[in-house]
Every structure is written in structure tokens, then in C-alpha cells.
């Protein structure tokens, strides 16, 4: 299974800070090893947050890619001083088992919306900082590839199924691009639709005790059952189901707004650049680019609103100059680089002073109102299902299941689909007593 976070060569781990000669080797004493799950576009902007907080350390970036939990794992000179870690539902689990340290509470003198503190805090200490949110409830679409569909801000999911695919069907373009390769893009699609099918489903899934959760509860079944229905269609996705299995998320966005066979895609704030490059590329402007919100999965229903987010960690071997970069990289102003130069980043810290572009700058402004207090707890935000539930969210658990279910109802029907969700759900438990 690909990841938009491609392992990267050794070549392009290189060091970032003026006082660093060009001839740094990996593992140098003195310096300050980052760990990092980017790639691309990503990487290439981190560099630039680096490069203007550095100071007179000398820093290094080791990008892992999906193994960045490897990080945790190396010894020796060699081990990363820092981690900026994608899973912030590992860190609790990390810091029981000794693997990192704690961050200094001066750190959180910023002001973070509330989520963050459980997933960060073990035994009452605080082992690590967000530095950067995603939202997880966003769909990118083209505006001149619309037509008559309608807004897709007033969407339904059953919209989506029995209409919008049907009236696309009999044109060129599908209505979904998806990176089914990247088995993260399959549970952000999953989640959200639980997460509006039955709230109280998703806070108890994410809320059990390793082990003792159920995935035949009320709303596991639906939530199945609705994604089926979206995936099984051959006329869902351009090139089909098959196509969809080898397609990473870059190559998503880009059918629909560089190669335009495909009206929208489901994808984070992230997404942005990609965005860009692609309508560059076809010659097109930015005016047919539009975001909504991922649709209810019934007009009765709460929308979704799902985040994740990447925090910095620092492992049990960091010493004075990772804490001091490390409280540089947790600064309000550390990642303005970022949004001003490359866009696709949504900053944690709510005293970053970010100017945002047009399309990020309402996520950005929805985000702060969903995780005040006086949010209704249907409404609210809510963490990542998938960063939440440890193992079982990963690679060998929720990410593989759904990449099965969707080889099951590849060839459609509503009998293929229930015989998929009741096998998803018997393999979903049996993941779970694992964990026991």
C-alpha cells in the first residue's frame, strides 16, 4: 500500500542551517536529526521553516516516510533528536513505553484547541506540540466541470450515489477521483461518513480501550454499507475501481484539475499545491477551483468535521540544542514560511499570525469556531479516527480492511456489499482482540 509520504532517497537528506557545512553526514556529533513523514512539496516547505529557525544548530532531516515510527527504534548516533510525528493517538503509547521525553509546558504558553491535550498528555505531562492541524472534512472540486449538478455544498451523500454518478455517467468525467492506493485516503473517506451517520459510534470507537471495541455497533454497518454503495459502481471513479487501487493522492487531484476526468476529490488542506501545479498545467486559472464540506450522509444529518495534524515529539535521547530547536520549530511565527511560500498548511497554534489564501482561509476560520466549548458534541471537531485507535487504525488493521472491502464490491450490487461489511466488520473485531 502507497502513501503520499514516500520513503525518500538518502540524497536528499541533507543539512539546513547556515552554520552547518555542505559535507554533514548523517549521524555527526552535534547535530540536531529531524525525522519527518513528508515528501515533495511538503519536505521541500519544511526546509524553508528550518531555515529560518535553525539558528546556529546544525540540523538534519531524515525523511521516513510511512516507517516513521523507526524513528522510535534507532539507536546510536544515528537516532532522529526530534520527530514531527503524523499520529499525534501515538503519543500517549510512545511516552508509556519510554520512548520519548517530555516537552517543557512553557511550550504551550500558545493557545491550541483543546483536542490535542489527551492525545499529548501521559500520567499528567505533556509529551509533545502541535505544530501543524489537517482538515480531514474538505472535498475539492471543479467548478466548471459542475454544470448542472449543483453546488456541492448542498449535497447529500445519496446525492453523490443516486444522482450526480448517474448524470456523469453518460459524459466523459467521473464524479470521484480515489487514491485508493494510499490506504489513508480510504479511512479519511470512511470516517467521514461515520462520523455523520452516528456520532456517538465514532466517540465511542475512539474512546474504547484497546481491544474492547465493537465494529458490528449501530452505525459501523451503515457506515460500511454507504461507502460500499460510493465505491461499488464501476462509474464512480475514472478507469473504475482498478484504476482507483493503484492511484496515489497526488495523481487523484490531478485527474480533476489537470487532467479533468473527474469533477472532484476528497482531500486535506494539503492538497493545495497540488491543486496549483495542476491548474498551472492545463493552463487553466484558479477561479474553477472550489472547497465545500464533505456532505451528510443524510439531509438529516450532522456534517462531519474531522481533523488530524502532525505534533513534535522529542525522543529519550534528545538533548539541550533538539529542546532548543524544537521550542524554535513550536513558535507562533515558526511556520509562516510555510503558508506564505507554499500554501497547504493549516498552523495549530491559534497565535500564528497566518495569512491565509482564499481557499484555506474560511478551513481555517471554521476550524477555530468548531473547537470552542460551545460547540453541540454532534457538531464539534473531532480527531482522526484512524491516529486515535492505535494499531488498529494502521496499515495492518483499518487501512487494510477498507482496501479489501473495496476489491469486494469492485463489481457492485447491494448483495456484495452486505457480504463486505459483515466480513469487514468480523475482520475489524478480530484486529481488535489482538490488542487485548
Known amino acids: 500500500m502507497g502513501s503520499r509520504r514516500a520513503v525518500l532517497q538518502a540524497g536528499l537528506i541533507v543539512p539546513l542551517a547556515a552554520a552547518c557545512a555542505p559535507d ?6 552535534g547535530v540536531v536529526r529531524i525525522a519527518v513523514s513528508w515528501s515533495g512539496t511538503e519536505l521541500a516547505a ?4 528550518l531555515a529560518g529557525v535553525a539558528g546556529t544548530h546544525a540540523v538534519e532531516v531524515i525523511p521516513l516516510g510511512d516507517e516513521i515510527e523507526t524513528a522510535f527504534a534507532a539507536g546510536g548516533s544515528t537516532a532522529p533528536d526530534i520527530v514531527l510525528l503524523p499520529r499525534a493517538g501515538r503519543v500517549r503509547d510512545l511516552a508509556a513505553r519510554g520512548r520519548l521525553q517530555p516537552v517543557e509546558p512553557t511550550l504551550w504558553a500558545g ?4 483536542y490535542w491535550r489527551p492525545l499529548l498528555t501521559h500520567d499528567g505531562r505533556l509529551y509533545g506540540v502541535p505544530f501543524k492541524v489537517t482538515d480531514k472534512s474538505m472535498i475539492w472540486y471543479d467548478r466548471e466541470a459542475i454544470g448542472e449538478l ?3 455544498e448542498f449535497w447529500t451523500l445519496p446525492y453523490w450515489i443516486d444522482d450526480a454518478m448517474g448524470q456523469l455517467a453518460r459524459t466523459p468525467r467521473r464524479l470521484l477521483s480515489l487514491a485508493a492506493a494510499d490506504g489513508w485516503v480510504l479511512t479519511d473517506l470512511f470516517e467521514n461518513i461515520l462520523r455523520s ?3 456517538g459510534a465514532y466517540e465511542s470507537l475512539a474512546a474504547a480501550a484497546p481491544g474492547e471495541r465493537d465494529w458490528g455497533m449501530a452505525g459501523v454497518p451503515e457506515a460500511l454499507e454507504h461507502f460500499g454503495r460510493l465505491c461499488g459502481d464501476q462509474q464512480s471513479f475514472p478507469g473504475g475501481v482498478g484504476a482507483s487501487l493503484t492511484r496515489q493522492f497526488p495523481d487523484a487531484v490531478r485527474e480533476v484539475f489537470e487532467h479533468r476526468r473527474a469533477v472532484l476529490v476528497v482531500g486535506p488542506d494539503f492538497a493545495e499545491p497540488i491543486v496549483r501545479r495542476g491548474i498551472s498545467r492545463a493552463g487553466r486559472t484558479m477561479d474553477v477551483v472550489g472547497v465545500a464540506d464533505f456532505p451528510r450522509v443524510t439531509a438529516a444529518k450532522q456534517r462531519p468535521h474531522i481533523i488530524g495534524g502532525d505534533v513534535i515529539v522529542l525522543t529519550q535521547g534528545a538533548g539541550e540544542a533538539a529542546r532548543a530547536v524544537a521550542a524554535r520549530l513550536a513558535a507562533p511565527r515558526a511556520p509562516l514560511s510555510w503558508i506564505a511560500e507554499h500554501g497547504g498548511f493549516l498552523a495549530a497554534n491559534t497565535l500564528t499570525p497566518a495569512v491565509y489564501s482564499e ?7 471554521g476550524l477555530a469556531a468548531l473547537a470552542r466549548p460551545a460547540a453541540s458534541a454532534a457538531d ?3 480527531f482522526d479516527l484512524s491516529d486515535s485507535i492505535g494499531a488498529v487504525g494502521g496499515r495492518n488493521g483499518l487501512w487494510r480492511i477498507l482496501t479489501e472491502f473495496l476489491v469486494a464490491v469492485g463489481a457492485g450490487g447491494p448483495t456484495r456489499v452486505a457480504i463486505a461489511t459483515d466480513k469487514a466488520v468480523a475482520g475489524l473485531n478480530t484486529v481488535e482482540r489482538r490488542q487485548r
Open 46 to 49: 519544511f526546509r524553508t521553516v
Open 150 to 152: 449543483g453546488a456541492p
Open 24 to 29: 554533514v553526514l548523517l549521524g555527526r556529533s
Open 359 to 365: 481557499l484555506l482561509r474560511p478551513r481555517a476560520e
Open 111 to 114: 493557545e491550541y484547541p483543546e
Open 380 to 382: 464539534r471537531v473531532v
Open 197 to 199: 451517520e452516528n456520532p
